[in-house]
């Protein structure tokens, strides 16, 4: 299993997903829900047990490394995201044979090769703030150049205009839409638009984000 670790800068910490996290998490959730549609977002201190709960079963699971998100200007929550599908390559791409199978369980000693970042939400007063550009160049930063991933995915209920928006301004390249791929929060089976940052594009992506950390 990886060990767990926090990754800091841009006015914001990524702290390894606990228990202590329990009322911040649903002190960040309160107030206006609106934005909350399309992501499970923790409604209360008892949904947000369950919400950790299940968030550390998948980090358990060696797939998953959820993160609380702190903005260190306030010293408060600001919400969540995690690093989740994790997954190990450990063969040249010339011998991979046809459907490929999960490779073994990410370790220090053998990190992952491929990733995706999601399950992410935040309070309504950090949205479209510094918080999202700078928890994505955290996150990015640590997959391409400490694990040397060769692929980061990003992706979102295809009816989330905003949340698509906000991918592409991160400079996620969209892929296309995955329908009818999953339950929604909302009961219903949903499309899924995929996006994604490979290796090749991470000093560009890296340069922008930088840049606009810069002017916020």
Not at 10 to 16: I, K
Not at 120 to 139: D, F, I, M, S
Request: some cysteine; proline content about 6%; hydrophobic content about 40%.
């Amino acid at each position: 299993m990886l060990s767990q670790f926090t990754l800091e800068g841009h006015g914001v910490r990524l702290e390894p997903l606990a228990h202590d996290h329990l009322e911040g998490l649903a002190k960040a959730a309160a107030g206006d829900r609106d934005s909350y549609r399309y992501t499970w977002v923790p409604d209360g201190l008892a949904d947000a047990r369950a919400y950790v709960d299940l968030s550390l079963a998948g980090r358990d699971g060696g797939r998953q490394v959820p993160f609380a998100v702190r903005e260190l200007g306030t010293g408060q929550l600001a919400g969540a995201t995690r690093f989740l599908d994790l997954d190990v390559f450990t063969q040249a791409p010339s011998a991979w044979p046809p459907g490929i199978a999960p490779g073994p369980e990410p370790s220090d000693g053998q990190p992952p090769s491929v990733a995706e970042i999601g399950s992410t939400w935040y309070a309504p007063q950090w949205q479209r703030t510094h918080v999202n550009t700078a928890c994505k160049l955290l996150l990015l930063r640590h997959a391409f150049e400490e694990w040397g991933a060769i692929r980061v995915t990003l992706k979102t209920d295809a009816r989330n205009a905003g949340s698509r928006a906000a991918i592409e301004r991160i400079g996620g390249r969209f892929e296309g839409i995955r329908r009818a791929h999953t339950p929604a929060t909302d009961g219903t089976i949903r499309d899924s638009a995929y996006f994604s940052v490979i290796a090749a594009e991470w000093p560009s992506v890296r340069g922008q984000l930088e840049r606009r950390l810069g002017r916020l």
